[in-house]
């Protein structure tokens, strides 16, 4: 389950903790979200921001209670992640603020979907030792309009012979499934724990399940 600061208070991310809990959901994902346009009329809200919530899941979970007057009784038993951009442009703070996540509580992350398996080893070098489990993003891009799509609204660096390929090709689904394959490969090389396919092409996401699981026996 994946919590956005953006769209909700302090009080309200301490609802969903709970509903979460009775939900018997077992891992909640804190990211702070992409500010809106206020073009129409629609305001932020981000009483706290990702590291902030993270906290204050964490101290639920903890301490037994959600503030200093009111307690939950029996312990949660949720898990809370946070989410990493290896395509952020300034990679030094993004490397700062994912151990600030790690030192507020977070016990997994997820990253950003990565279309430059490059950018795994340069996350790499810059943190060292990764202190927690990390799920590495895939997304299978099969066209141009794909690719003109996802640059139009995200800082996502997709390399630039995939950009020339595609430009030039339209449109072709077994090169897509190639290059998440080669970005999910290099995650297993370097030590990470998993992959997290985001496509909605059931058949794509079947033949990327297939040969991961090939891979991994």
Known sequence: MTICCQDKNGLAI???????????????????GDPLSESDGIKNVFDVNSIQAIKMIKNMITQENISNELEIGERLKLHVGAVVNLS???????????FMKVDAGAEYVFTQIVFNPNLLVEFKDNVGKIPIPIIVSIYPVISWEQICFLTSFSS???????????????RDADMGV????????????????GVHI?????NLTVKLVKRLKEEVS
Do not use: H
């Open 178 to 193: 190639k290059e998440a394959l080669n970005v999910a490969f290099k995650a297993k090389e370097l030590g990470s724990n």
């Open 156 to 170: 996502f660096e997709i390399p630039p012979q995939t950009i020339a390929y595609f430009r030039q090709k339209k």
């Open 198 to 202: 985001v496509c909605k092409n059931v």
């Open 14 to 32: 301490q609802s969903e903790v709970l509903g979460a809990e009775l939900l018997n959901i077992r891992n909640i994902v804190v990211v702070t």
């Open 88 to 98: 952020s442009r300034n990679l030094e703070e993004e490397v700062e603020r994912f």
